[in-house]
C-alpha cells in the first residue's frame, strides 16, 4: 500500500509544484472549469473507448482544445509523448523536479513512432509506469498505469477544417482521509489544470506548424 500511495503521489508531484502557482485557479464554485477546462458539455458526457475499464473512479476531469489540423498530423504526437521520449510538452523544469525526465520534443521523433497494445512507458523510478490500454490510430490512445489507478485518454474528432483534442483523466485517489481530499481537491486538481492546459497548448502549437519542405539540392 506504502508504494501504492507513493507512486501516485510521485506521478502527481509536478501538479503540487503548479498548484502552488495555481491555487486561485479553481476557487469555490469553479471547480467544473478548473476539471473540464476547453471541453463542451457534450464532449465531457461523451464515452471514450477504454473508459469503462475505470468505472467507479474518485475522479474524471475532461479538457480540450482545438487544433487546426488533421488527426494524422495530431497523432504523432501524441504516440511519442512520455519520459525519455518526447516529452509531454509541458512544462519541463517542473516535471523534472520529480525525475520525470521529461524533455519535450519540438520535432516528430521517428525511433517512438512505433507503439503497440502492452507497450509500458515509464514515469520515473518511484512511479508505476503507463501501458498502452487503447491503440486507435489517429483516433484514441489509452494509457493506463501498471498499479490500475490511473487511465489517461487522449481522443481526436475531426471538426470542420481542423480536430478537437480531448484528454480525460481518469483517476482512483489512494486512501488518504478527509484532509488528504480537500488538499488533492485545492491543490492537485488546480496544478493539473496547469501541466494539462500547457501540454494542449504544446501539442496544437506542434501540430498546426507548417510541415518543413525538403531541401532541392541544385545539380
Known sequence: MKRRTLGMLGVAGAAVAAGALAAATCPRGLRR?????GASAEEVARAIPGEEMMDGADLVSTRAITINAAPERIWPWLVQMGSGRGGAYSYDWIENLFGLDMHSADEILPRFQQLSLGDELPLGERAPAMRVAVLRPNE?????????NWLWL????????????????????????????????????PGSLVMERKMLLGIKARAERAPVAPQLVAT
Not at 33 to 37: D, N, S, V, Y
Not at 166 to 184: E, F, H, K, Q
Open 33 to 37: 472549469r478548473c476539471l473540464h477546462w
Open 140 to 148: 484514441v490512445l489509452g494509457l493506463r498505469s501498471t498499479d490500475g
Open 154 to 189: 487522449f481522443a481526436l474528432y475531426p471538426v470542420g477544417a481542423g480536430t478537437r483534442l480531448v484528454s480525460r483523466n481518469v483517476i482512483t485517489l489512494p486512501p488518504m482521509g478527509r484532509a488528504g481530499r480537500l488538499a488533492w481537491r485545492w491543490v492537485m486538481e
